[in-house]
């Protein structure tokens, strides 16, 4: 039913919201790091017209097991084994070189789940418009066209997934001469 969606979502965004509290995007304003989930999620509803709940509820948690003391265990206990799935499917082993967790990025895009795909859109896009509107600090000019075309070579696996954000990436790619 709608209210146990409802109170299903917001469970799920005060459980990031918590896990998240002590971290900031990497902006000179120093954007809370919730902004970013919320963000990709919103996407993902706003835009790509998605509306099964494990993916959004993914979507809001897709940093906390990379970037938090969250474990899988515990994603699984609070929100199932669909989301738990989802998550395992975007999350960065943080024990690898940042070069090699980059390569994997790539190499796993096309074989992963419809879902995963979804919320790797939407998380790249998130990416790509926070590097256009608030630049990290200290990046230079080449280490932001470095990810825009790390993000063209994880998005170029994941076709066929969803046009309305496939499109909107292909608008930020042609900006960069990347198509
Ligand atoms: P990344 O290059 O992976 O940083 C980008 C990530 O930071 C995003 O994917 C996003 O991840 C997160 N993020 C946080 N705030 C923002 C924001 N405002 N805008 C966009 N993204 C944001 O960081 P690493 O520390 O892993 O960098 C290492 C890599 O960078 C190496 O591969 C190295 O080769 C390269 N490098 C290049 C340099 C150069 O000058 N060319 C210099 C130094 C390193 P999430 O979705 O998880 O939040
Ligand atoms: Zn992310």
Redesign the pocket.
């Known amino acids: 039913l709608q209210a146990d969606l409802v109170r299903e979502v917001i469970r799920c965004v005060n459980f990031a919201a918590i896990k998240h509290r002590k971290q900031r995007?990497?902006?000179a304003e120093e954007?809370p790091?919730i902004n970013?989930p919320i963000g990709v999620a919103h996407i993902l509803t706003e835009e790509a017209n998605i509306s099964d709940i494990a993916v959004i509820q993914a979507a809001l948690l897709?940093?906390t097991v990379?970037?938090t003391d969250t474990t899988f265990e515990e994603i699984e206990e609070h929100f199932g084994t669909k989301v738990r799935d989802i998550v395992v499917e975007v999350t960065?082993d943080k024990k690898l070189p940042?070069?090699e967790?980059?390569a994997l990025q790539i190499k796993h895009a096309s074989s992963s789940s419809y879902e995963a795909k979804l919320v790797k859109l939407a998380?790249k896009l998130?990416?790509?418009r926070?590097?256009e509107n608030?630049?990290?600090k200290y990046?230079?000019k080449?280490?932001v066209e470095?990810?825009f075309k790390?993000s063209k070579q994880v998005t170029d696996g994941l076709k066929g997934t969803n046009t309305v954000m496939e499109e909107k990436l292909d608008e930020i790619y042609k900006t960069r001469n990347l198509l």
């Open positions: 995007r990497k902006d954007t790091y970013h897709h940093d990379e970037d960065d940042s070069k967790r980059k998380d998130n990416n790509l926070d590097l608030c630049t990290p990046w230079s080449a280490r470095e990810y790390f």
